[in-house]
């Protein structure tokens, strides 16, 4: 699935969730929420979901 304010990787048992809005210091907005909801409800198999900031600019 494709999003658009995160990006969700999956390695082995462990998604990793990173929001991507590095310019205004990852604040949170309706459209990282909608597709976290629509990420943490995907059908996988993960044991783990960690939540990543990525540094800032």
Known sequence: MAFSAIEYNVAGRVATVTL???QRLD??????????MEAFDLP?????QLPSWPDNP
């Open 20 to 22: 991507k809005r590095p």
């Open 27 to 36: 604040a949170f907005t309706f459209t990282m929420r909608r597709e976290l």
């Open 44 to 48: 996988m198999k993960v044991s783990e």
